[in-house]
């Protein structure tokens, strides 16, 4: 790997070395090979990738080359006379940024997630690195560390997607910052490393799951019975669809291939599932949508009552946009002395939570005469007959499939609402 300071970074454009040695060759077209192991089954579209990253290697321009996917993600890969210097993934760049600030600079996170930008910018994270190399903040291995570590998981994503590559361009750019860049990595290093991980993810049989994506429980009371307590303790703190899988590799023994075939086993038995997450929010002011009429207080409240965060948050979004009054909580331990002091008028409760599950709950609230004719509607992944029957027998109203549809949920409240009215006026 070829990596220079910028300072010490002392060359002219147009030059056929690039720190007295010749450029590596990237891979033909036709090999595409990681050293030393087989070649990688690559989508068509990424050799056309790979051509325009060879391409941009031979130009020894400053820019960034932009690939772009059919279902809207931006990759952008920056060069410094040829040589990569930074890589972003538009879909998931401050995530990856924040894991890189917990697992480089833990002791300079808190200060750097608190960093604003007064625009857009698409090289913010790199002018914060600049910045901490100037000041001396971080010794030389943890920036060609980091910087390496970001390459590489850009373009193992993008090859992960590649047969989604739309639209592939070479953007020229006179950034002073690119200029002085703090690392410099050939293209062939970068591309070997990334299709090295990229090779033990197909061979794991993973090619049809994401790093990116985020695992949560589904079925607590299986899960328990196949583990030990203690790694089901670990499980329920860390899996809550809050953490990608990437995040929890951090966090967990093993590498991120071993910890996916972990998780995708735990997924086959059905105990866990998989979800897609949101980027965070980017650090530069961004202008407020036009906020939404929140529900007049005499609309009627639902209360939601589910252990998984995420599920309560998309469960919200289409209940307030139906025009109701929406509240959750995911402890379903405490649960009831909340229904007691918010006195909702429909409740949806999860099935399958941890301690008090969706059937005890629900008959808990059953005994109580204040809530013996409020609506109850159990949801779950379960769809079974047996867990039906359960449901109307500690007294369910209705029994709804997860993930929980706009117009199914909707419809299901409005028409236990005004049946419930209708009894209440006889």
């Given at each position: 790997?070829?990596?220079?300071?910028?300072?010490?970074l002392?060359?002219?454009?147009g030059?056929?070395?690039?720190?007295?040695?010749?450029?590596?060759?990237?891979?033909?077209?036709e090999?595409?090979k990681?050293?030393?192991?087989?070649?990688?089954?690559?989508?068509?579209?990424?050799?056309?990738?790979?051509?325009?990253?060879e391409?941009s290697?031979?130009l020894?321009?400053?820019?960034?080359?932009e690939?772009?996917?059919?279902?809207?993600?931006?990759?952008?890969?920056f060069?410094?006379?040829?040589r990569l210097?930074?890589?972003?993934?538009?879909?998931?760049r401050?995530?990856?940024?924040?894991r890189?600030?917990?697992q480089?600079?833990?002791?300079?996170?808190?200060?750097l997630?608190r960093?604003?930008?007064?625009?857009?910018?698409?090289?913010?994270?790199?002018?914060?690195?600049?910045?901490?190399?100037?000041?001396?903040?971080?010794?030389?291995?943890?920036?060609e560390?980091?910087?390496?570590?970001?390459?590489v998981?850009v373009?193992f994503?993008?090859?992960?997607?590649s047969?989604?590559?739309?639209?592939?361009?070479?953007?020229?750019?006179?950034?002073?910052?690119?200029?002085?860049?703090i690392?410099?990595?050939?293209?062939?290093s970068?591309?070997?490393?990334?299709?090295?991980?990229?090779q033990?993810?197909?061979?794991?049989?993973?090619?049809?799951?994401?790093?990116t994506?985020?695992?949560?429980?589904?079925s607590?009371?299986?899960?328990?019975?196949?583990?030990?307590?203690?790694?089901?303790?670990?499980?329920?703190?860390?899996?809550?669809?809050?953490?990608?899988?990437?995040?929890?590799?951090?966090?967990?023994?093993g590498?991120?291939?071993?910890?996916?075939?972990?998780?995708?086993?735990?997924?086959?038995?059905?105990?866990?599932?998989?979800c897609?997450?949101e980027?965070?929010?980017?650090?530069?002011?961004?202008?407020?949508?036009?906020?939404e009429r929140?529900?007049?207080?005499?609309?009627?409240?639902?209360?939601?009552?589910?252990?998984?965060?995420r599920?309560?948050?998309?469960?919200?979004?289409?209940?307030?946009?139906?025009?109701y009054?929406y509240?959750?909580?995911?402890?379903?331990?405490?649960?009831?002395?909340?229904?007691?002091?918010?006195?909702?008028?429909?409740?949806?409760?999860?099935?399958?939570?941890?301690?008090?599950n969706?059937?005890?709950l629900?008959?808990?609230?059953?005994?109580m005469?204040?809530f013996k004719?409020?609506p109850?509607?159990?949801?779950t992944?379960n769809?079974?007959?047996?867990?039906?029957?359960?449901?109307?027998i500690?007294g369910?109203?209705?029994?709804?499939?997860?993930?929980?549809?706009?117009t199914?949920?909707?419809?299901?409240?409005q028409?236990?609402?005004a049946y419930?009215?209708?009894?209440?006026?006889?």
């Amino acid at each position: 790997m070829n990596l220079q300071f910028g300072s010490e970074l002392m060359m002219e454009e147009g030059h056929s070395q690039i720190l007295g040695e010749e450029s590596p060759r990237m891979p033909s077209s036709e090999t595409r090979k990681t050293t030393g192991q087989s070649s990688v089954q690559l989508h068509p579209s990424f050799i056309g990738v790979m051509d325009a990253l060879e391409e941009s290697a031979k130009l020894q321009k400053d820019g960034y080359l932009e690939i772009t996917t059919l279902s809207g993600n931006q990759f952008q890969l920056f060069f410094r006379l040829g040589r990569l210097v930074w890589g972003n993934d538009i879909g998931g760049r401050f995530r990856r940024w924040d894991r890189l600030l917990r697992q480089f600079c833990s002791g300079l996170a808190p200060q750097l997630r608190r960093l604003q930008a007064k625009k857009p910018d698409t090289l913010w994270e790199y002018k914060v690195l600049l910045k901490l190399s100037q000041k001396s903040c971080l010794d030389r291995e943890t920036f060609e560390s980091l910087i390496r570590s970001n390459l590489v998981e850009v373009l193992f994503d993008l090859i992960h997607c590649s047969h989604d590559v739309s639209d592939i361009k070479f953007v020229a750019q006179k950034e002073s910052i690119l200029s002085s860049p703090i690392c410099l990595f050939t293209v062939p290093s970068i591309l070997d490393e990334a299709m090295k991980e990229y090779q033990c993810w197909e061979d794991a049989g993973l090619l049809g799951f994401s790093p990116t994506w985020s695992p949560f429980i589904c079925s607590y009371e299986s899960l328990e019975q196949s583990v030990s307590a203690k790694t089901y303790q670990v499980i329920v703190q860390l899996i809550k669809g809050e953490l990608s899988i990437r995040d929890l590799s951090l966090l967990l023994p093993g590498n991120l291939t071993s910890i996916t075939q972990t998780l995708v086993s735990y997924e086959q038995k059905g105990y866990l599932e998989f979800c897609t997450l949101e980027d965070f929010p980017p650090p530069w002011p961004v202008a407020p949508q036009q906020e939404e009429r929140a529900p007049s207080e005499e609309m009627p409240l639902v209360l939601c009552v589910d252990d998984n965060p995420r599920n309560c948050r998309e469960l919200g979004k289409i209940v307030i946009a139906g025009g109701y009054r929406y509240l959750s909580i995911q402890d379903s331990v405490q649960a009831l002395s909340f229904i007691i002091e918010s006195q909702p008028d429909l409740l949806f409760i999860d099935l399958v939570m941890p301690v008090i599950n969706g059937h005890e709950l629900c008959s808990k609230i059953r005994k109580m005469s204040t809530f013996k004719d409020i609506p109850i509607i159990i949801l779950t992944s379960n769809d079974g007959v047996v867990d039906r029957f359960r449901s109307k027998i500690t007294g369910a109203t209705e029994f709804l499939s997860k993930p929980a549809q706009k117009t199914t949920v909707l419809s299901a409240i409005q028409g236990h609402l005004a049946y419930a009215a209708h009894s209440a006026q006889k």
